[in-house]
């Protein structure tokens, strides 16, 4: 650009320099069009009225004396921001064009219209604010934005409109709370040729996790029609994440999240008489497809990173499909604020409740947080006209009618439901503590009480009586030690794998496929191959609501499942994840849809038809064999290849040797593509026999709950016998070492997936004197775990040292 201020200028002809000139939004639109059109990144063309333009209105129409006395009569109370802003948007709405600048801008949509057969195009009008002493201050979202406007005499109003909406309440609001000079700042306007997304598709596009600050992934959400109802937040959109890392792979799809939103409304063009826009609700197809197609998904995902190199920082983009053409865009691109703001030297996240109340009610805890906040008793989401952002939700239980609730409650209490409701699902997605099957929240708590609900003390939680203080500990990454020892994590909720990114641990030592199946997918494997045999009408109703928009039921398992364990290993790739076959107990499959019919009844389910010998029985072979096509897909579409499986509850060698004959049938070849197959080691026969496991399986993992339980003959559930369930027990003890021992002379590794470490000091140091390889726990142990693993390691150098 040259030295000179001109009026109007090609967006070509603009770079993010130049934000001074034409804003942080038109500055980045002509930056993409200028830079990355090589690199494939579209972005439709157009022209913008600079700052220069924008002072000259205001000062042909002399309106600076009015700014000033509406602002001063705001600053001195004699008017409400109301008033204030009412008033300014009326002088510039009265003024009118000078003759010269209003020929300038026909001028240049004139030659926007020769470029395009000649016709008169439709073309976005959209604000871009901008300082001469602030070039970092885009404002993004403060003014307006006008959709499909045709004609120079539309144009023109929709510039002007533009101009007043400097002053939108929310943008004088907007200064005021950060001390900008409110004259000091200037807006240009870009005008963008419009792509035809009302019978197309947009959304946003992030190329970081805005809610954990994760860059490895790319969040898309797309909705039918024009972009305002998701920017409005208008509408539930459809979701989709995408791993970075294996973006550059052509054969590969690494999309590990698809969510499809509801989409009831649409924003389309009208051919109203005054009206540009319209919005009409979706058909019922629109509701239930997908916006994008898996190769539309990772162009705009490609295009992310793209940008995002360019710049050099997270970016925050909007994107616009042609319905005519078919064609992607990016129409808008701007840094992401929300996560660059946040202090990325922490890791850990931890709350404590300071000095509770009286202790109220308990109830299953969901999630690892606490809120305090004022009860609002609900028992019709669709009566309540008002409810106060920050509010304790209680309710008997909920359903997807309490979702827009749900989102403005800082802590949801339900009376019904476990850790498969509605409730605790919707929470966990929500990040929102819950307390799930209180019994009886409706009848002891009423509307107004003060509480303070608590998720951060283990598997219950509890309702204490009053808000009490709540202290958020943070823990940052260089006070965590490097240890010798592998310190792994537990994982079993995608929703929140991404949460544990910036740990630096050294992988996850344990990701329990029966949560995601049970949270995720909801329904029996075998009820999906054989639906037919279903004989709950309810249950089968819902079964096939769950897998409508699948040709085959079950790909409804196979796509899911993959992509909710394609989370949790991008969480930690290139690093390993082991993941454990399914490990429900025929007690727990039953729960889920159509399990009934297909399970046994046992009186011990601990010691019955689990782990192993479900792989190859007849009664489960059809669904481990969607189990292992899951693995399969994770591994070789989506490309994940740190994944480990591990075969749990494995009794004796001839069954595991039936077992990895299944998995190689169905396209599990232990060695094949670099898989490893590891094994738990929880019954006292894979120690006995330790070298026989060792012939068949890559790794050991100790699962110490069941081989203490085992070892021991103590039902770990038991409160009567609880005293006598002990890791630390002589007889585990013993095997434990011996199995590390036994491993390590054939060269196999051996973990231990547990929480003792991270409670008991003596215990961790016990497994580092034994050689243990990795330890597995809870990300919220991670921390402790290390401090004791490192004095462990430090305590036995120095013991070795002295002999």
């Excluded at 500055?27 to 000259?56: C, N």
């Excluded at 209003?102 to 001028?107: E, G, L, P, V």
């Excluded at 691109?333 to 000095?355: C, D, I, N, Y």
Aim: charged share 25%.
């Amino acid at each position: 650009m040259s030295q000179s201020l001109p009026e109007v200028v090609p967006l070509e002809s603009v770079g993010r320099e130049d934000v001074p000139l034409v804003g942080g939004k038109n500055a980045s639109l002509g930056e993409m069009i200028r830079k990355l059109a090589d690199q494939g990144v579209r972005v439709p063309g157009g022209f913008a009225l600079t700052a220069h333009a924008y002072r000259r209105f205001v000062e042909t129409n002399r309106l600076a004396p009015e700014i000033s006395e509406a602002l001063s009569a705001l600053s001195s109370g004699a008017l409400t921001l109301a008033q204030a802003g009412e008033r300014i948007r009326t002088a510039f709405s009265r003024s009118i064009w000078s003759d010269d600048l209003a020929a300038t801008i026909r001028s240049a949509y004139q030659r926007l219209c020769q470029q395009h057969n000649g016709t008169r195009v439709a073309v976005a009008v959209r604000s871009s604010a901008t300082a001469e002493d602030l070039p970092d201050a885009s404002f993004a979202g403060q003014q307006e934005t006008y959709l499909n406007v045709v004609g120079e005499t539309a144009l023109l109003n929709a510039c002007r409109n533009c101009f007043a909406s400097l002053y939108t309440d929310r943008a004088i609001s907007y200064r005021q709370a950060r001390g900008f000079d409110h004259q000091s700042v200037a807006l240009s306007v870009g005008v963008q040729l419009m792509v035809r997304a009302d019978s197309g598709g947009s959304g946003v596009m992030f190329s970081v996790d805005t809610e954990t600050g994760c860059d490895r992934v790319v969040i898309i959400n797309a909705s039918w029609g024009l972009g305002e109802t998701i920017v409005q937040g208008r509408v539930d959109p459809d979701e989709y994440v995408i791993f970075k890392p294996l973006l550059t792979e052509p054969a590969l799809v690494p999309i590990i999240e698809r969510k499809i939103g509801g989409k009831a409304l649409k924003m389309i063009y009208s051919a109203e008489t005054g009206a540009t826009t319209r919005t009409v609700t979706t058909s019922v197809a629109e509701r239930e497809s997908s916006v994008l197609s898996d190769s539309e998904i990772l162009q705009l995902a490609r295009w992310a990173c793209i940008i995002e190199k360019h710049y050099g920082v997270a970016m925050d983009m909007e994107w616009a499909k042609d319905g005519d053409t078919a064609q992607l865009y990016i129409v808008q691109a701007r840094p992401e604020t929300a996560q660059s703001q946040r202090k990325q030297g922490f890791a850990l996240e931890t709350h404590r409740v300071v000095l509770p109340g009286r202790l109220l009610l308990s109830g299953l805890a969901v999630g690892e947080a606490a809120a305090a906040g004022r009860v609002r008793l609900v028992t019709d989401p669709r009566a309540v006209e008002d409810f106060p952002s920050g509010s304790i939700l209680v309710a008997e239980n909920t359903d997807p009618d309490w979702v827009p609730l749900m989102r403005k409650a800082a802590a949801i209490v339900t009376d019904h439901g476990g850790r498969t409701s509605h409730a605790a699902i919707v929470s966990r997605e929500l990040g929102v503590p819950a307390l799930i099957g209180t019994g009886e929240a409706t009848r002891l708590l009423h509307d107004g009480q003060d509480v303070t609900v608590s998720c951060a003390e283990g598997d219950i939680g509890h309702i204490y009586e009053g808000q009490s203080k709540i202290q958020i500990d943070h823990l940052a990454l260089d006070e965590i030690p490097i240890t010798r020892t592998k310190v792994m994590l537990n994982i079993a909720n995608p929703a929140s794998a991404l949460r544990s990114w910036r740990l630096p641990a050294d992988g996850i030592g344990l990701a329990r496929m029966e949560f995601v199946i049970s949270n995720t997918i909801k329904v029996h494997p075998m009820a999906l191959v054989h639906l037919d045999r279903v004989t709950d009408k309810e249950q089968r109703r819902q079964i096939e609501q769950l897998t409508r928009g699948y040709a085959d039921r079950t790909e409804y398992f196979v796509e899911r499942l993959s992509a909710a364990l394609g989370r949790i290993a991008a969480s930690c790739y290139p690093k390993p994840m082991i993941l454990r076959f399914s490990d429900f107990k025929t007690n727990e499959y039953a729960d889920l849809l159509g399990g009934r019919d297909f399970e046994p009844h046992e009186e011990n389910p601990m010691i019955g038809l689990r782990g192993a010998s479900r792989y190859y029985s007849p009664r489960y072979r059809d669904g481990f064999a969607l189990e292992c096509r899951a693995i399969k897909q994770l591994r070789e579409k989506l490309g994940f290849s740190n994944v480990i499986v591990m075969v749990p509850f494995c009794r004796t060698p001839e069954e595991a040797d039936q077992v990895l004959t299944v998995m190689a049938l169905n396209g599990l070849q232990r060695g094949q593509g670099g898989l490893k197959v590891y094994v738990m080691c929880e019954i006292p026969s894979n120690v006995i026999l330790a070298e026989e496991f060792a012939k068949r399986f890559d790794g050991f993992s100790i699962g110490s709950n069941d081989l203490t339980q085992l070892t021991l003959g103590v039902d770990r559930d038991s409160d009567e016998l609880a005293p006598l369930f002990s890791e630390r027990s002589p007889a585990v003890i013993s095997l434990i070492k011996d199995v590390i021992r036994r491993a390590h002379e054939l060269k196999i590794p051996v973990g231990l997936c547990g929480e003792a470490p991270s409670s008991q000091p003596d215990f961790a140091g016990l497994l580092v004197r034994a050689g243990i390889d990795s330890i597995s726990v809870s990300p919220s142990s991670f921390a402790a775990v290390k401090r004791n693993v490192r004095n462990a390691e430090h305590h036995f150098d120095n013991f070795v040292g002295v002999r």
